[in-house]
């Protein structure tokens, strides 16, 4: 193989270890050990590598480009957390470039592949649900790309994560429910492949578990979308035992569970008490108003696009990712209130 062909990413299969961190042990960087180090110094000479210097130079013209992807648009959450992260942005003199995946792998990889040929600086993403392999992300990796996953992260990177707390936001919601009454708390859960997912499952769980009431199977179901949960909630219902009281992932599923109960002919909440996930629009404008828990996407949005720019600018010095925490915040209206109904 002749030396101009030699790459940092075939130093790094060489090695075993990824094309980052190869980069970072050329730069000297601290946070590589001494041993990496010279294992990549005596590589690279072995193998005559050179660095592309073309493309060092198109990697330093700096387009002040944020790219973000996001499962959808036209979503409370989300455009709260563009709107955050479009605030930050601007104040500091960034653009911001939006890719829709539309929930769609195939879609979120031709954003990841459209954002880098637009030559962002960094990108800050929030997976699709049907997301189950990260090439596509450590491409951009291997392209000097930092990322920044909000919300829906991908745990299999290491990058900067921005999250909400959504064990303790479940938890809160499901506890708040019980604590109302409710003996039989179904859950309408989003997919167990995504971290938030999990972790509402889990929330719900441990607040079942700190008042002694069992956990039922056929009472947890994958259920995130408004159409699904009317059909869910109908099925729910019509149970030997229905369930008291509702736990959605989030507004929309919570809206659609409310229609079908309604339909059904039962009163919110006397015989059905509901709570959803992320306080949008949605909580206000349905009747009764919805209780739901608070995720802060603006200030998500706006936390991720700081981290982001802090990488670009060089003002965080310890180069190891870090996970940034929002709080959650419990938000009660009348559909959960069945300590109130006469």
């Known amino acids: 193989m002749r030396s101009s062909q030699i790459t940092i990413k075939d130093i790094a299969k060489e090695l075993k270890i990824s094309a980052s ?3 970072r042990a050329l730069k000297n960087h601290p946070s590589i050990s001494e041993k990496t180090k010279k294992d990549v110094l005596e590589l690279a000479k072995k193998l005559k590598y050179k660095p592309n210097t073309i493309a060092l130079s198109l990697r330093s013209s700096r387009s002040k480009t944020l790219g973000v992807i996001v499962p959808e648009i036209v979503h409370h959450f989300f455009s709260s957390v563009i709107s955050g992260i479009d605030d930050v942005a601007f104040k500091a003199g960034y653009h911001i470039m939006i890719s829709q995946s539309n929930d769609d792998y195939l879609r979120e990889v031709r954003g990841a592949e459209t954002l880098l040929a637009a030559r962002v600086d960094g990108i800050l993403c929030s997976l699709a649900k049907e997301t189950r392999k990260n090439d596509h992300f450590k491409n951009l990796q291997d392209n000097g790309i930092p990322i920044v996953f909000f919300d829906r992260i991908c745990k299999s990177l290491e990058t900067d994560r921005v999250i909400v707390d959504d064990k303790k936001g479940a938890f809160l919601a499901t506890e708040h429910l019980i604590l109302n009454g409710c003996k039989r708390i179904a859950h309408y859960s989003a997919p167990q492949n995504l971290a938030i997912g999990r972790d509402r499952f889990i929330g ?5 578990e700190k008042y002694g009431i069992p956990y039922e199977k056929e009472l947890v179901v994958q ?3 408004h159409e699904q949960a009317l059909i869910v ?8 035992n229905p369930p008291d009281g509702i736990f959605a992932v989030n507004d929309a599923t919570a809206a659609g569970a409310m229609i079908s109960i309604k339909n059904k002919g039962l009163s919110i909440p006397k015989d059905v008490a509901v709570i959803g996930f992320s306080d949008g629009i949605i909580s206000k404008i349905i009747e009764p108003n919805l209780s739901s ?3 802060h996407g603006y ?3 706006c936390k991720a696009a700081e981290v982001l720019i802090n990488r670009l600018e060089g003002n965080i010095e310890n180069y190891a990712p870090q996970t940034y925490m929002i709080n959650t915040e419990l938000i009660v209206r009348a559909s959960s209130l069945k300590n109130d109904v006469k």
């Open 21 to 23: 961190t190869v980069s």
């Open 204 to 208: 719900y769980l441990e607040a079942l």
């Open 223 to 225: 259920c995130d979308q």
């Open 233 to 240: 909630t109908h099925s729910m219902l019509s149970m030997k």
């Open 293 to 295: 828990i608070e995720q």
């Open 299 to 301: 200030e998500m949005g």
